[in-house]
């Protein structure tokens, strides 16, 4: 068994379960790829659609996988043959793996830096009246990896979480100006339940609704970051 191939067919095959299987913020990292390539992982918006990724992740898992079990079979058919079970357990392990690493990788970080948030996990009831007042209840989850409370303020974008700029409900979520929230997050620690946020729109259309996959500005200390995964992570100072 040459140690090259095998060690090729491990690295490849542990690459296929990362590219493709959704870690501890409930992505996966061949989603972020394609985002960065400027390509989209759903065939029409973000999670909606034929999920492109998956295809490509199964395809590579398959191939990545039989090489693996042929390199292994001749010198550990034992292996070998518990291999798919082996893999079984890997990807089902592997968001509880990936949450766990985060507070070693976090271990210094301090304020922002050290804060995550479950985009796919969140969701907000919104109600704007005729007279423009808006009520919004979100359910959101964020982490608190590092070793020292955070004091954050939230505020949901409901417009970008809407997505569909050619609609007029697009541009009425757009003009909502919302009070931001206060969260307090322990060291260590997960926030996950329920925020209220008020505010007035100043285009008001009346209707209510629920949106998925928030996209959300959270700032600690004065540093922002806007959570969207659609289209990466982007920094505000």
């Not at 590579?60 to 039989?66: K, Q, R, V």
């Not at 079990?69 to 392990?93: E, G, Q």
Request: aromatic share 10%.
């Amino acid at each position: 068994m040459s140690r090259t191939k095998l060690a090729f067919s491990a690295i490849l095959l542990l690459f296929a379960i990362i590219f493709t299987f959704n870690h501890h913020l409930g992505y996966s990292v061949g989603d972020r790829m394609l985002s960065k390539m400027g390509l989209s992982p759903y065939t029409t918006a973000y999670v909606s659609g034929v999920h492109v990724t998956i295809f490509i992740g199964l395809g590579l898992l398959g191939c990545s996988f039989y090489l693996t079990r042929k390199v292994i079979m001749p010198s550990h058919p034992r292996l070998a043959k518990r291999l798919w079970l082996i893999v079984v357990v890997i990807i089902l392990s592997y968001s509880y793996i990936t949450d766990k690493v985060m507070y070693v990788a976090k271990w210094g970080s301090t304020g922002i830096h050290g804060v995550s948030y479950l985009q796919n996990d969140s969701s907000c009831m919104y109600h704007v009246s005729r007279d423009g007042s808006t009520i919004v209840s979100c359910d959101l989850t964020l982490k608190n990896y590092s070793r020292q409370p955070v004091a954050a303020v939230l505020l949901p974008d409901l417009a970008r979480s809407y997505r569909q700029q050619d609609d007029p409900l697009y541009d009425a979520l757009k003009s909502v100006e919302l009070t931001p929230a206060h969260l307090e997050i322990k060291p260590h620690g997960t926030f996950s339940g329920k925020i209220a946020f008020s505010g007035i729109a100043q285009s008001p259309l009346q209707v209510k609704g629920k949106l998925a996959d928030i996209v959300l500005d959270v700032e600690v200390e004065g540093q922002n970051i806007v959570f969207d995964y659609a289209n990466a992570i982007r920094i505000q100072k």
